[in-house]
Each structure stands twice: as structure tokens, then as C-alpha cells.
């Protein structure tokens, strides 16, 4: 299904996008990962290539334009064609209004929200032009009801849904499709960097009785990015276990 399909995965270095470019890789298609630092992008890529898949990286910066577009282009003058953008990358916030600074809220908005528009600003000319594209971004729960502490983080998402809602309907006459995953509580670093009285009460609540595993995100996006979710645009898709925080 996905064999020649170009996929770029922004925080494609560990975590969910690690996971979910390894389940890319493994379906035939050309991924290809980003991350913040060249070191971590040539260890993902060596972990994978230990799995036998082989994936091409960069490491851009997401608020520089001008970087974004040379490495979009490298991408279109190699592939011809860019098939799949998944914004992942992502930070997380969990400290009270009175404790965070205005640098602390702007770096929360500057990666989780302007480097998303960044990242599909750059791809959406030539999804246009081909006609075809799938943009996924990388919710979360939080976009849904908030949480007690760290404001940056689910402002930040609820943006997350705002973009992918609106522009599904903007790219929808161009065969674009644009859905979110909001992932519930995810077993990756950035859970393993909160505070444990924070988390495991969290976990215990889930009634699915488990935490999500990073696979559980990345089965989702391959879902919406595959033929069967042809009709599916502008949907936020709760994978959380029916978790609430
Ligand atoms: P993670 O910390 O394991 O991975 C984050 C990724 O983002 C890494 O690949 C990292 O390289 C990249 N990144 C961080 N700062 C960056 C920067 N300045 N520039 C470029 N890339 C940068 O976290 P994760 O849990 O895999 O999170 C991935 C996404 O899932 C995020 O958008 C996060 O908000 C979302 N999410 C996670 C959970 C969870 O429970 N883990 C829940 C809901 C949503």
C-alpha cells in the first residue's frame, strides 16, 4: 500500500515518530525522519537499519523557513513527489500559570504549533500540484480537556485541531487530506520526563487498564494514511484508551 509513498516524519528520532516510521519503513515506503540534532537522526537511522530498513534523515531547524524549504526541495528533486507529512514533533509543558515564562509558553508554541505550519506551508505547493496528499498531525488528549497544569502544552494542541480542521476544508478541492491522532498517555520520553505522582494516577484511571504503547499511535496513522481512509479528512482521532486527565 505504501510502497513508493513518500512519508517525512517530523520527531521521527525516538519516541512515536520512531515508532511510526519503523511501521512506515516496514510497509515499502520511503521515509523519511527528522529530528533536532544530526546525532540523534543517525542513531534512529542506525537502530533501524540494525531492523533491516533503511531511512533517510535531516535535522532542520522547524522555525527556519528558509532550512525547511532547501530540505523540501532536496526531497522533491530525489523523489519527485512528497506523498505523506506527518508533524509529530513535539514538547510538553506541566508547570503552573505563576512558574512559566513568556520563553517558556513561546518555545511550547514555536515547535508544537508554528513548526506544524511551517512544515505543511512548505509540502502543500506540491501536494497541490500533484493533486494528492495526506498531512497528519500529532494531537493529544490534552487538546480535548485540557489539564490542571503547564497551559503551553494544551494550548498548544488545541491549535494542533484548529489547523487540521481548517485546513481540511482549505485542501479538501485538492485531494489533501488533513487528520490528527490525539494520542492519550504514551509510553515514550516525554511521559518518563513528568513528575511519577502526575503519571501514575493517570495510567491507573485509563480503562483500557494500560498505557499506550508508541506503536498504538503509529497503527493510527498509517490507518489515515492509507486508501481506507480515503473519506476521513478533518477528524481529531482519540487513540487514548478512553483515558480522561
Ligand atoms: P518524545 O519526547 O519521545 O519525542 C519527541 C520528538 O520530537 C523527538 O523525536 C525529538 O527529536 C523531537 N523534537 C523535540 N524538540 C524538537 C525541536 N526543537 N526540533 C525538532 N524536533 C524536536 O515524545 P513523544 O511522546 O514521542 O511525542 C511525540 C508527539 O506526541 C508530540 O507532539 C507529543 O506532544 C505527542 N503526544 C505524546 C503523548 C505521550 O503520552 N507520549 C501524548 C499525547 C501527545
Known amino acids: 500500500m505504501f510502497a513508493e509513498k513518500v512519508v517525512i516524519i517530523t520527531g521521527g528520532t525516538r519516541g512515536i515518530g520512531f515508532e511510526t516510521a519503523r511501521l512506515f519503513a516496514q510497509e515499502k515506503a520511503q521515509v523519511i525522519i527528522l529530528g533536532s540534532k544530526e546525532e540523534s537522526v543517525v542513531k534512529a537511522q ?30 522533491i528533486l530525489k523523489y519527485g513527489h512528497i506523498d505523506i507529512l506527518i508533524n509529530n514533533a513535539g ?16 518555545k511550547i508554541m514555536n515547535l508544537n504549533v508554528n513548526a506544524v505550519f511551517n512544515m505543511t506551508k512548505a509540502v502543500v505547493p506540491y501536494m497541490k500540484e500533484q493533486r494528492e496528499g495526506v498531512i497528519l498531525n500529532t494531537s493529544s488528549m490534552v487538546s480535548i480537556y485540557g489539564q490542571p497544569s503547564g497551559v503551553g502544552y494544551p494550548a498548544s494542541k488545541f491549535a494542533v485541531n484548529g489547523i487540521t480542521k481548517s485546513l481540511a476544508r482549505e485542501l479538501g478541492p485538492y485531494n489533501i487530506r488533513v487528520n490528527a491522532v490525539a494520542p492519550g498517555i504514551i509510553k515514550t520520553d516525554m511521559v518518563a520526563s513528568l513528575p511519577q505522582e502526575m503519571i501514575e494516577p493517570l495510567i491507573k484511571s ?12 503509529a497503527n493510527a496513522f498509517l490507518f489515515l494514511a492509507s486508501p481506507q481512509a480515503s473519506y476521513i479528512t478533518g477528524v481529531i482521532l482519540s487513540v487514548d484508551g478512553a483515558a480522561r486527565n
Open 46 to 75: 542506525d537502530l533501524l537499519k540494525k531492523a533491516g530498513l533503511e531511512v533517510e534523515g535531516y535535522y532542520p531547524s522547524l522555525n527556519d523557513m528558509s532550512q525547511i524549504d532547501e530540505m523540501v526541495e532536496k526531497i
Open 91 to 106: 514538547i510538553s509543558a506541566n508547570k503552573k500559570i505563576d512558574d512559566t515564562t513568556k520563553d517558556e509558553f513561546e
Open 206 to 217: 485509563v480503562p483500557l487498564g494500560r498505557i499506550g504503547e508508541p506503536e498504538d499511535i
